[in-house]
């Protein structure tokens, strides 16, 4: 059973277009992240939600909306794709981080290629 | 804020040998956490080895373990008797008290046979 699942793993579109990716974890976590990996290999983070509402927005191009139709599903749009856009975006589920830090369980990831 | 440095770009040991990745962070919580997440060529995201800051003893899984020095804000990881599934990106990892993940740029580690 897929712990976290993003769809799609692969996306390939244009500059100017308006795509989305889907997450959904089945484990039960309160608290779900989008973070991107350029194509340096680094890895930052991007949004956090926990219960659906909004808890971390790092500063990313107004663009990216994040939606968070329950708490098992944090889904990423992106309007108007830029070529920078171009990158590996991770979804990630935990639980109500609280007092405590807990595991952040990753998804596949979805690399998204504009051109 | 946090910030993470993995000062190893890369890095290869023979297989059955023992390497270790280096990692220094800085924070200015006195709780936070400390992880290795490990990405192969699959390129998935998984956990390695994590520490709590106010935890004195070091943490270990099977052939994993870490070094942890507070006061030097220190955080190598040891891989024991490496294996060619070793192979990969290594990320370094900070996470303050109910907060956000911290990366470092990554070693990559070759394991040679």
């Known amino acids: 059973d897929t712990a976290v699942s993003q769809t799609p793993k692969y996306l390939v579109t244009q500059m100017g277009n308006d795509k989305s990716i889907k997450c959904e974890q089945n484990?039960?976590?309160?608290?779900m992240y989008w973070y991107k990996q350029d194509s340096k290999k680094f890895l930052k983070i991007m949004f956090s939600?926990?219960?659906?509402?909004?808890?971390i927005n790092e500063t990313v191009p107004n663009r990216f909306s994040p939606k968070s139709p329950d708490k098992a599903h944090l889904n990423l749009h992106i309007n108007s794709l830029e070529l920078g856009d171009s990158a590996v975006y991770f979804c990630?589920?935990?639980?109500?981080?609280?007092?405590?830090?807990?595991?952040?369980?990753f998804g596949p990831g979805t690399r998204l290629t504009v051109t | 804020a946090q910030t993470v440095t993995q000062s190893q770009p890369e890095m290869s040991v023979q297989e059955a040998e023992t390497v270790t990745l280096s990692c220094t962070y800085d924070?200015?919580?006195?709780?936070?956490?400390l992880f290795w997440y490990k990405q192969p060529p699959s390129r998935q995201m998984i956990l390695v080895i994590r520490q709590e800051a106010y935890k004195q003893q070091n943490a270990t899984e099977n052939r994993f373990s870490v070094n942890f020095q507070k006061a030097a804000k220190s955080f190598s990881l040891k891989i024991s008797d490496s294996q060619l599934g070793d192979t990969a990106m290594y990320f370094c990892?900070?996470?303050?008290?109910?907060?956000?993940?911290?990366f470092g740029a990554g070693t990559i580690l070759r394991v040679k046979s």
């Open positions: 939600y926990n219960n659906k509402e909004l808890i």
């Open positions: 990892a900070c996470m303050e008290y109910g907060n956000k993940l911290v």
């Open positions: 484990l039960g976590h309160d608290t």
């Open positions: 990630a589920s935990s639980q109500d981080p609280g007092q405590e830090a807990y595991e952040q369980y």
């Open positions: 924070t200015s919580e006195n709780n936070y956490y």
